[in-house]
């Protein structure tokens, strides 16, 4: 846990509106561009409903939003009722959501706590992606509306579930790999070899 490490993984609140591009919030940025970013993970959101059972959890009553690594915290919506294909509207721009998120290491690694990762992961509080549809102005504190829900059967949780049980269940992965609006990494790793 010691050894030097490039992350884009602190985050730390901003004031005002700030431009969403295509591929990231502007000042943003990931340091493993293999792994995290592009356009179909261009913001990463977490549900602010997580941070109290997290708190008590970690005995961390000062842990801030953005702890995750989120470029958004989300107030009322969590992996259970986001669906992939949703769409929303966050001041000028529109967002899609694309994939849930498979947590890394570096959760573990920026909070010290060995386990942290697999517990995400476990509990299912992982948080999800989105593709943006029309860039624009974001700012802290706008409504996050639904505009648009195509697949309703797809949450996030239900999403998540199949991609870890994808070889145990390859019917189930087929099915959602067919999801049109899941993001090209997903729709690859579910699909049939």
């Not at 573990?108 to 990762?117: E, G, N, P, S, V």
């Not at 517990?119 to 948080?127: H, N, S, Y």
């Not at 706008?142 to 505009?147: F, G, Q």
Request: glycine content about 8%.
């Amino acid at each position: 846990m010691d050894r030097p490490w490039l992350t884009g993984f602190f985050k730390e609140p901003v004031e005002g509106p700030i431009w969403l591009g295509q591929t990231n919030l502007a000042g943003d940025g990931q340091a493993d561009l293999k792994n995290h970013g592009g356009p179909d993970k261009a913001v990463l959101a977490y549900a602010a409903d997580h941070y109290p059972a997290w708190r008590a959890e970690l005995d961390r009553s000062d842990l801030p939003y953005g702890a995750f690594g989120e470029n958004f915290t989300i107030a009322g919506l969590v992996e259970e009722t986001v669906c992939i294909g949703d769409v929303y509207a966050v001041g000028e721009a529109r967002v899609q959501v694309s994939q849930p998120r498979q947590p890394c290491w570096k959760i573990a690694r920026r909070w010290r706590i060995k386990d942290l990762t697999a517990r995400v992961q476990a509990t299912g509080r992982t948080g999800w992606y989105f593709r943006v549809l029309a860039e624009g102005y974001v700012q802290p504190g706008l409504p996050v509306t639904l505009l648009e829900r195509p697949f309703p059967q797809w949450t996030v949780t239900r999403a998540g579930e199949i991609m870890r049980d994808r070889r145990d269940n390859p019917v189930a992965a087929a099915e959602l790999a067919a999801c049109p609006l899941l993001s090209t990494n997903w729709r690859e790793s579910l699909s049939p070899r």
